[in-house]
């Protein structure tokens, strides 16, 4: 899988934890921040690289995203990454379930590429 672009659509969930904007995937269950919400979602796509490169170098990257829910599908000429559905997410995910009950959010659906 080296050297290769896989595209992504997932969703972002935008809310406010104190003082700090925090950008959070719960198919992912990783998250970024800052003092706004575009400094949130700097620190989120770093973090996503990060868990990229990381498991990608372990050769984890396909067991951890199983771990989570996701399907991935070999087809003849490239792989495709199926996130979970939201709504096992907000049955599984308890941070998830707590931001869905407890906070003001809103859900973008966004396009995330990553490169191994």
Not at 75 to 95: C, R, Y
Request: proline share 3%.
């Amino acid at each position: 899988m080296s050297n290769k672009k896989y595209m992504v659509t997932l969703s972002l969930i935008k809310f406010k934890e104190d003082k700090a904007a925090i950008i959070y995937s719960p198919a992912l269950d990783l998250s970024g921040y800052g003092n706004t919400f575009e400094d949130a979602k700097k620190s989120f796509s770093t973090t996503l690289q990060e868990f990229i490169k990381y498991t990608h170098n372990k050769r984890t990257l396909e067991t951890c995203l199983i771990k989570m829910g996701w399907k991935i599908k070999q087809g003849k000429q490239k792989v495709n990454f199926v996130p979970p559905k939201e709504t096992d997410l907000i049955k599984k995910n308890s941070l998830y379930t707590d931001i869905v009950n407890n906070k003001e959010y809103s859900v973008m659906r966004q396009n995330v590429e990553f490169a191994l």
